[in-house]
């Protein structure tokens, strides 16, 4: 696959690579890819479109300290990311690369959105008292009494309903000036207050960004225009996070930024609200304008998404154009994508457009995620393969329905390859199968190949269990089951993995045809 770097004529500061819907995991699983290959030349951070004070937390593991890898995931990231199995690995892949690396070359991990929702924020009650805490200061009892009931805060009715927000009334104005006071004596205090200052930044900030927020619920305007100006506000505020995480690494090296498309586009966000187009600047228009050619866009583009039901694009527009290109993802320069029809907008995916393409330095077109079915129908289009799926009709334990059983011949003696979506309590939960849209492909390998891939041989796995992740994405690993008869697997292959995906089902398939042949024969002798 052609990488970024192949693309890009200079070195931005902000490389902004996006994906044109949330959900579908082989845009994450190919950012993990990137942001590694990205660090080999001198990129030190990322950013992702969540809570950036949440992401303090996240950041705390990805350096190296005592924090839970659940914890980290649960409280690190919000919008529910941290759920997302390609997250699990982005956390996990960046640690590892920071072991042993001095801090100056360590990757840092930064959200960037507001700690809001489009529907709805909270009170800053909770990032004023982080702050005071660090400056030892007790103004706990002004807070509290000022913040007072935090329903009345985290109404959702309030904004569409302004005369339902506080966020003009004269406890939230008195917020903001406390606030204010705040980052004030935060930089009286700098000087004597360097270890934690910026993540106590980071808190005050967040609270001064959620009163704006509220600030502009409270605006006496029209659903479609209050909706634009919220819109509007959350990006402000996002472009502010992105220039401040720029002032922090700028000494470092560039920082990759992970967004939706919308938050990342250099021309304004566009949504339609009944028979009204609303329009608004985004992040990337604002942080855009003002770095210009420190500011790189790559728009993400998808093709087909089983785990959305999103189906193949009309052959006529961008990305059925971008499909006849193969079936991996590559990175295109937008100069090269000639015009075409927009495609038909989905509330879950929002489709390229020529201002799109004008405004984008490359796009990341992916033709297909990758689901079980996906791979399922790819196995079975090998030569004389049978798929069996488990279920009540051929007596199978209830806890392997759905499991897919892969054969050379109508012996079925042995699968040469399985795609299991369910753990087996007491014998094999490592790989964590039994997170919402997770599957593993399992592999036979064969006591060759396996020892050439994994550098032992399968009956000396158990020496070198412990130093496999088997919940990873998008690596091979010993299977923790069946490793001692040459079997390996890989969880979730991501699209960008289908080439080393299909070279090893060649040597699984053309192990089981040789078995095949060879107990054909034997039978033949035996008749004979």
Not at 78 to 103: K, V
Not at 413 to 418: D, G, I, K, L, N
Request: glycine residues 8%; hydrophobic residues 45%; proline residues 6%.
């Amino acid at each position: 696959m052609t990488t970024l770097l192949d693309l890009l004529a200079g070195s931005p500061d902000l490389l902004a690579l996006g994906e044109p819907t949330h959900g579908e995991s082989g845009f994450l699983q190919v950012r993990n890819d990137t942001l590694l290959t990205l660090a080999d030349h001198g990129y030190r951070s990322v950013a992702l479109e969540s809570d950036r004070a949440a992401g303090l937390l996240a950041d705390e593991f990805v350096q190296g300290a005592a924090v839970p890898l659940d914890r980290a995931l649960a409280e690190g990231f919000s919008h529910d990311f941290g759920s997302a199995p390609a997250n699990r690995d982005l956390l996990l892949r960046m640690r590892e690369w920071n072991a042993g690396r001095p801090a100056d070359q360590r990757l840092r991990f930064h959200g960037f959105d507001a700690p809001l929702e489009i529907e709805g924020a909270p009170s800053p009650r909770r990032h004023l008292t982080r702050v005071c805490d660090f400056l030892d200061l007790d103004w706990s009892a002004e807070i509290d009494e000022l913040v007072g009931d935090e329903a009345r805060w985290s109404d959702s009715a309030a904004v569409w309903e302004p005369g339902r927000s506080v966020g003009r009334s004269a406890d939230a104005q008195r917020l903001r000036v406390l606030a204010d006071d705040l980052l004030t004596e935060l930089y009286l205090q700098a000087h004597r207050r360097s270890a934690g200052w910026q993540a106590a930044h980071v808190h005050a900030t967040s609270a001064v960004a959620l009163l704006r927020y509220h600030a502009a619920a409270a605006a006496p305007l029209d659903n479609q225009d209050r909706f634009a100006r919220l819109a509007g506000v959350r990006d402000a505020l996002m472009a502010e996070n992105l220039l401040a995480i720029r002032a922090v690494e700028a000494h470092r090296g560039p920082t990759l930024v992970f967004a939706h498309n919308t938050h990342l586009q250099r021309h304004p966000s566009t949504m339609t609200m009944g028979t009204t187009t609303v329009s608004w600047a985004g992040a990337g228009a604002i942080v855009g304008a003002l770095l210009g050619e420190r500011y790189a866009v790559v728009a993400g583009s998808l093709g087909v998404s089983p785990a959305l039901g999103i189906g193949a694009p009309a052959p006529s527009t961008y990305e059925g154009r971008l499909q006849r290109k193969g079936d991996l993802p590559g990175y295109v320069p937008a100069a090269d994508i000639a015009p075409a029809e927009r495609r038909t907008h989905d509330y879950r995916y929002f489709p390229l457009d020529q201002a799109t393409i004008d405004n984008a330095d490359a796009v990341l077109h992916i033709p297909s995620g990758v689901d079980a079915t996906v791979l399922a129908d790819r196995i079975a289009a090998l030569p004389d393969v049978e798929q069996v799926v488990a279920g009540a009709d051929n007596g199978s334990p209830e806890g392997a329905w759905g499991d897919r059983f892969f054969y050379v011949g109508a012996d079925r003696r042995q699968p040469f390859a399985t795609i299991v979506e369910h753990d087996v309590p007491g014998f094999d939960e490592a790989g964590q199968l039994d997170r919402p849209g997770v599957f593993r492909l399992n592999l036979d390998l064969g006591r060759a190949e396996f020892a050439k891939v994994f550098g032992f041989a399968p009956k000396a796995f158990e020496e070198h269990r412990d130093a496999f992740d088997f919940a990873r994405l998008d690596t091979l690993t010993p299977h923790p089951g069946y490793a001692l008869y040459g079997f390996a697997s890989i969880v979730m292959p991501g699209p960008q993995l289908l080439p080393e995906v299909d070279r090893l089902l060649a040597v699984a398939h053309g192990r089981a045809v040789d078995r095949h042949e060879r107990a054909t024969r034997r039978a033949a002798d035996e008749r004979s």
